[in-house]
Protein backbone atom coordinates (compact mmCIF):
# COMPACT_ATOMS: atom_id res chain seq x y z
CA UNK A 1 0.00 0.00 0.00
CA UNK A 2 1.30 3.29 -1.17
CA UNK A 3 1.38 6.36 1.55
CA UNK A 4 4.14 8.72 2.10
CA UNK A 5 4.69 8.25 6.09
CA UNK A 6 8.35 7.06 6.44
CA UNK A 7 7.90 6.08 10.03
CA UNK A 8 4.51 3.79 8.83
CA UNK A 9 4.77 -0.04 7.74
CA UNK A 10 1.69 -1.61 6.25
CA UNK A 11 1.36 -5.19 6.39
CA UNK A 12 -0.87 -6.54 3.27
CA UNK A 13 -0.42 -9.75 3.26
CA UNK A 14 -3.74 -11.66 2.26
CA UNK A 15 -4.23 -13.52 5.05
CA UNK A 16 -4.03 -10.17 7.36
CA UNK A 17 -6.00 -8.69 4.95
CA UNK A 18 -8.98 -11.45 4.66
CA UNK A 19 -8.74 -11.56 8.57
CA UNK A 20 -9.14 -7.55 9.00
CA UNK A 21 -12.74 -7.52 6.55
CA UNK A 22 -13.72 -9.53 8.83
CA UNK A 23 -12.96 -7.44 12.18
CA UNK A 24 -14.39 -5.00 10.41
CA UNK A 25 -17.66 -6.24 9.68
CA UNK A 26 -20.42 -4.81 11.62
CA UNK A 27 -22.15 -8.54 11.90
CA UNK A 28 -18.82 -10.30 13.66
CA UNK A 29 -20.17 -11.36 16.69
CA UNK A 30 -17.91 -11.16 19.86
CA UNK A 31 -15.92 -14.16 20.46
CA UNK A 32 -14.85 -13.87 16.49
CA UNK A 33 -13.91 -10.67 16.84
CA UNK A 34 -11.59 -11.53 20.12
CA UNK A 35 -10.10 -14.72 17.96
CA UNK A 36 -9.41 -12.62 14.86
CA UNK A 37 -7.68 -9.90 16.08
CA UNK A 38 -5.53 -12.25 18.37
CA UNK A 39 -5.04 -13.98 14.96
CA UNK A 40 -4.13 -10.78 13.18
CA UNK A 41 -1.56 -9.43 16.17
CA UNK A 42 0.54 -12.79 15.95
CA UNK A 43 1.15 -11.75 12.27
CA UNK A 44 1.48 -8.04 12.81
CA UNK A 45 3.96 -9.01 15.73
CA UNK A 46 5.70 -11.50 13.35
CA UNK A 47 6.72 -8.29 11.16
CA UNK A 48 7.49 -6.42 14.54
CA UNK A 49 10.16 -8.60 15.57
CA UNK A 50 11.49 -9.21 12.20
CA UNK A 51 14.91 -7.01 13.31
CA UNK A 52 15.33 -8.96 16.59
CA UNK A 53 18.88 -9.95 16.92
CA UNK A 54 19.97 -13.16 16.76
CA UNK A 55 23.18 -15.47 18.09
CA UNK A 56 24.39 -18.73 16.85
CA UNK A 57 24.20 -21.42 19.50
CA UNK A 58 25.65 -25.07 19.62
CA UNK A 59 22.57 -27.02 18.81
CA UNK A 60 22.37 -30.88 19.10
CA UNK A 61 20.04 -32.71 15.99
CA UNK A 62 19.36 -36.24 16.07
CA UNK A 63 22.04 -36.57 13.43
CA UNK A 64 24.43 -33.92 14.35
CA UNK A 65 25.72 -31.12 16.05
CA UNK A 66 25.66 -27.19 14.35
CA UNK A 67 25.53 -23.41 14.98
CA UNK A 68 21.95 -22.80 14.90
CA UNK A 69 20.30 -19.10 15.10
CA UNK A 70 18.60 -17.64 18.46
CA UNK A 71 17.01 -14.35 19.73
CA UNK A 72 20.00 -12.54 21.52
CA UNK A 73 19.90 -9.01 22.74
CA UNK A 74 17.85 -7.09 24.86
CA UNK A 75 14.89 -8.83 26.07
CA UNK A 76 11.27 -7.78 25.25
CA UNK A 77 8.33 -5.76 26.91
CA UNK A 78 4.86 -5.19 25.89
CA UNK A 79 3.28 -2.21 26.79
CA UNK A 80 -0.84 -2.43 26.41
CA UNK A 81 -2.24 0.63 25.87
CA UNK A 82 -5.48 -0.10 28.62
CA UNK A 83 -8.35 -1.55 27.50
CA UNK A 84 -8.67 -2.20 23.85
CA UNK A 85 -4.50 -2.72 24.22
CA UNK A 86 -5.15 -5.97 26.31
CA UNK A 87 -7.16 -7.55 23.45
CA UNK A 88 -3.93 -7.90 20.99
CA UNK A 89 -1.85 -8.84 24.16
CA UNK A 90 -2.18 -12.48 24.47
CA UNK A 91 -1.76 -12.71 20.89
CA UNK A 92 1.61 -11.61 21.05
CA UNK A 93 2.25 -13.35 24.31
CA UNK A 94 1.96 -16.73 22.42
CA UNK A 95 4.12 -15.80 19.79
CA UNK A 96 6.58 -14.50 22.73
CA UNK A 97 6.09 -16.17 25.70
CA UNK A 98 8.55 -14.67 27.76
CA UNK A 99 8.46 -10.99 27.32
CA UNK A 100 7.32 -8.90 30.16
CA UNK A 101 3.79 -7.04 30.45
CA UNK A 102 3.04 -3.48 31.07
CA UNK A 103 -0.15 -1.19 31.28
CA UNK A 104 -1.04 2.34 30.44
CA UNK A 105 -4.48 3.43 31.46
CA UNK A 106 -5.78 6.33 29.70
CA UNK A 107 -8.66 7.57 28.29
CA UNK A 108 -9.84 10.20 26.03
CA UNK A 109 -11.68 13.29 27.11
CA UNK A 110 -15.04 13.62 24.75
CA UNK A 111 -14.39 17.20 24.77
CA UNK A 112 -11.32 17.40 24.37
CA UNK A 113 -9.99 14.18 22.97
CA UNK A 114 -6.68 14.61 24.72
CA UNK A 115 -5.55 11.78 26.64
CA UNK A 116 -5.54 11.35 30.89
CA UNK A 117 -3.80 9.02 32.18
CA UNK A 118 -5.23 6.81 35.15
CA UNK A 119 -2.89 4.01 35.42
CA UNK A 120 1.03 3.18 34.61
CA UNK A 121 2.53 0.05 35.60
CA UNK A 122 5.79 -1.23 33.52
CA UNK A 123 8.63 -3.60 34.58
CA UNK A 124 11.49 -2.46 36.51
CA UNK A 125 14.13 -2.57 33.84
CA UNK A 126 11.92 -1.64 31.21
CA UNK A 127 14.97 1.00 30.05
CA UNK A 128 16.92 -2.25 29.22
CA UNK A 129 13.96 -4.23 26.97
CA UNK A 130 12.95 -3.41 23.56
CA UNK A 131 9.47 -1.95 23.91
CA UNK A 132 6.53 -2.89 21.28
CA UNK A 133 3.67 -0.97 22.56
CA UNK A 134 -0.18 -2.47 21.24
CA UNK A 135 -2.98 -0.62 20.78
CA UNK A 136 -5.76 -1.74 18.20
CA UNK A 137 -6.36 1.92 16.81
CA UNK A 138 -4.07 5.31 15.93
CA UNK A 139 -6.75 7.37 15.46
CA UNK A 140 -5.74 10.72 16.69
CA UNK A 141 -2.39 9.61 18.38
CA UNK A 142 -2.55 11.81 21.27
CA UNK A 143 -2.83 8.58 23.56
CA UNK A 144 -0.28 7.13 21.61
CA UNK A 145 1.66 10.01 21.66
CA UNK A 146 1.62 10.13 25.99
CA UNK A 147 1.73 6.80 26.21
CA UNK A 148 5.39 6.74 24.24
CA UNK A 149 6.16 10.03 26.52
CA UNK A 150 5.67 8.24 29.44
CA UNK A 151 7.86 5.02 28.30
CA UNK A 152 10.50 7.14 27.04
CA UNK A 153 10.66 9.18 30.53
CA UNK A 154 11.79 5.36 31.94
CA UNK A 155 14.78 5.55 29.38
CA UNK A 156 13.58 3.04 27.12
CA UNK A 157 15.12 3.77 23.75
CA UNK A 158 13.65 0.90 21.52
CA UNK A 159 10.44 1.22 21.24
CA UNK A 160 7.76 0.15 18.37
CA UNK A 161 4.01 0.88 18.02
CA UNK A 162 2.05 -1.90 16.82
CA UNK A 163 -1.76 -1.42 15.85
CA UNK A 164 -4.55 -3.04 13.41
CA UNK A 165 -5.80 0.01 12.13
CA UNK A 166 -4.22 3.96 11.29
CA UNK A 167 -5.22 6.79 10.23
CA UNK A 168 -3.73 9.42 8.45
CA UNK A 169 -3.93 11.93 11.21
CA UNK A 170 -2.65 9.50 14.28
CA UNK A 171 0.41 9.09 11.77
CA UNK A 172 1.18 12.23 11.11
CA UNK A 173 0.69 13.00 15.02
CA UNK A 174 3.36 10.43 15.84
CA UNK A 175 5.70 11.17 13.29
CA UNK A 176 5.87 14.76 14.65
CA UNK A 177 6.46 14.00 18.52
CA UNK A 178 7.86 10.64 17.95
CA UNK A 179 9.70 10.39 14.72
CA UNK A 180 12.21 7.36 15.90
CA UNK A 181 8.94 4.85 16.85
CA UNK A 182 8.06 2.43 13.85
CA UNK A 183 4.26 1.96 13.19
CA UNK A 184 3.24 -1.48 12.29
CA UNK A 185 -0.31 -1.84 11.17
CA UNK A 186 -2.53 -3.76 9.09
CA UNK A 187 -4.37 -0.71 7.30
CA UNK A 188 -3.86 3.09 6.67
CA UNK A 189 -7.58 4.36 6.49
CA UNK A 190 -9.10 7.10 5.48
CA UNK A 191 -9.54 9.74 7.66
CA UNK A 192 -11.65 10.51 11.27
CA UNK A 193 -14.92 11.36 11.58
CA UNK A 194 -16.12 14.38 13.84
CA UNK A 195 -16.57 12.39 16.45
CA UNK A 196 -12.13 11.09 16.11
CA UNK A 197 -13.78 7.48 15.10
CA UNK A 198 -11.26 5.82 12.16
CA UNK A 199 -13.54 5.83 8.51
CA UNK A 200 -14.08 3.06 7.54
CA UNK A 201 -12.53 1.76 10.68
CA UNK A 202 -14.41 -1.46 12.56
CA UNK A 203 -15.75 1.06 15.31
CA UNK A 204 -15.09 0.88 19.30
CA UNK A 205 -12.49 -1.52 19.37
CA UNK A 206 -12.29 -2.15 23.00
CA UNK A 207 -16.20 -2.15 22.81
CA UNK A 208 -16.13 -4.50 20.48
CA UNK A 209 -13.57 -6.78 22.11
CA UNK A 210 -15.03 -6.82 25.38
CA UNK A 211 -19.00 -6.65 24.58
CA UNK A 212 -19.76 -3.53 25.80
CA UNK A 213 -21.34 -2.03 22.65
Given at each position: ???????????????????????????????????????????????????????????????TTFDSPVISGKKLCLVSILRAGNGMVDGLLSLLPLARVGHIGLYRDPGTL????????????????????????????????????????????????????????????????????????????????????????????????????
Open positions: MAHDFPNLMVIDHPLVQHKLTWLRNKDTNTESFRSLLREVSQMLAYEATRDLPTELQATPTPIEPVEYYFKVPNDIAERQVIVVDPMLATGNSAVAAIDRIKECGCASIKLLCLLTAPEGVANMLKHHPDVPIITASLDSHLNDHGYIVPGLGDAGDRIFGTV
